[in-house]
Each structure stands twice: as C-alpha cells, then as structure tokens.
C-alpha cells in the first residue's frame, strides 16, 4: 500500500482556515485519496475524498497537486467541533479492497476558541 | 438518518471467555467492514463483508471469525479471549463494490474490556 505522511499536530483559532497537508509520493493512478477525522470516543468519520481534480463539500476542500504527490485538505473556517484526528488515506479504485482503509499517523488538530 | 449500529457498546469479558459483537449496516448497504482500535492506536483492518461473502482480510487473529447474514447484519466472535484484545472495535458499512462513493459510515463503536 502506498504510504502517506502528516505532520503530528497543527494548531488553529476558531473561524480560521486550516490547511492540513498530506504528501503520498508513491500514490498509483488508480489511488484516490481520502481524508477522514476522528473525534474523541467517537468512530472515523468521512471528511471528502478525490482523484485529481480539486474537491469541495459542506465540509472541507481538498486540493491536490498537479502531480498527485501531495494534497491538502482546507478546513474554511475552523469550529471548536473540528478539533480531531485527521487522517489522509489512499484507497485503490476498484477490486474487493476499497474498503480496507490503512489509517496511519494522522494529524491532531487542536482549536483554539 | 439512520446510521450503522453496533451492540453492545460495552463489553467486559474475562481472559479465556468468547465475545460477539453486532453491527447493523446502514439501510441498503451490503458492505460490512470491521476495525479494531487498541488504546492510543490507529484504527486497523480485520475484515470485509460484500453480499455475505468474506471480501477482504486484516490482521485479523484466527481467534476471530467473522460473518454477514442474509439481512445483512454482520457479527465478530471473538474467542480465547486475551488482554490484548482490549479494544474500540468499529463496524462501517457502504452501498457496495460494484458502485462505491468512496464513503464509508463508521458505527460508534463497541469497547471490549479484557480483565
């Protein structure tokens, strides 16, 4: 499985952007890459999700790099709700293992009110 | 909306003893997962379910066995039960393989206590 690598911890303010970073240099083509978080004593929870083109939901962005060796999930304005675990994972498309999600390191977001 | 459920959310067994746990996907989904988490670690894979039939393995131990159902509820028996096996264990669900949002629902989890 293709690796990726996050910073330990980030610290934000409420109502701040935030920009977590995650690179996968040895991401395949057929890799998406996704992001969820995990809140405290709760189960993951899945934040967005994309391929090459930059993404958007209700609750974050993610834009990727032209070369897919790096990606950054924005959280627009940061909620004392969004302090969590973050975890940039890759999933190959495709096969009976979409679903086996490797969570790594993740990044531990701490909001600042 | 209805999410995945999980039972029971508490559990304490004694070294030796057997455990289940259940999980019940979210509605017309018939993709089952199964993590574990130990304290202070990372979610882990164990094992997937897609229309009934083992789809993928983990780190699943051979103490462990698992299984869908026709209704599509999935359970975790867990055998010869150590200390190491204190743990978060998920479920998630999605709406299968063939068609897949690249999303998964996580249940809130059962916690399994080992003394």
């Known amino acids: 499985d293709a690796k990726t690598t996050q910073p330990n911890s980030m610290e934000s303010n409420e109502e701040e952007p935030v920009h977590l970073p995650c690179n996968h240099s040895t991401i395949s083509g057929t890799d998406y890459i996704h992001w969820y978080r995990q809140l405290p004593s709760q189960g993951p929870e899945y934040v967005i999700h994309g391929l090459t083109s930059n993404v958007n939901n209700r609750m974050a962005s993610l834009a990727i790099a032209e070369d897919r060796k790096s990606s950054t999930l924005i959280l627009h304005r940061a909620t004392l709700r969004d302090a969590a675990v973050y975890y940039c994972i890759l999933a190959n498309a495709g096969g009976t293992s979409y679903g086996k999600l490797t969570f790594g390191q993740g990044t531990i977001l701490t909001v600042h009110p | 909306a209805a999410g995945v459920i999980q039972s029971p959310r508490h559990l304490i067994k004694e070294k030796r003893e057997t455990a289940t746990l259940k999980c019940y996907p979210i509605p017309r989904h018939d993709t089952v997962y199964w993590y574990q988490q130990g304290p202070g670690q990372d979610p882990q894979f164990l094992i997937s379910?897609?229309?009934?039939?083992?789809?993928d393995k983990g780190s699943i131990p051979d103490r462990f066995s698992a299984q869908q159902f026709s209704d599509y509820h999935s359970e975790l028996n867990m055998s010869s039960l150590e200390l190491g096996d204190s743990a978060l264990y998920f479920c998630?669900?999605?709406?299968?393989?063939?068609?897949?949002?690249?999303?998964?629902?996580f249940g809130e989890g059962s916690r399994l206590t080992v003394l």
């Open positions: 379910f897609y229309e009934k039939m083992q789809s």
């Open positions: 998630a669900s999605s709406p299968g393989e063939g068609y897949n949002t690249g999303e998964l629902f």
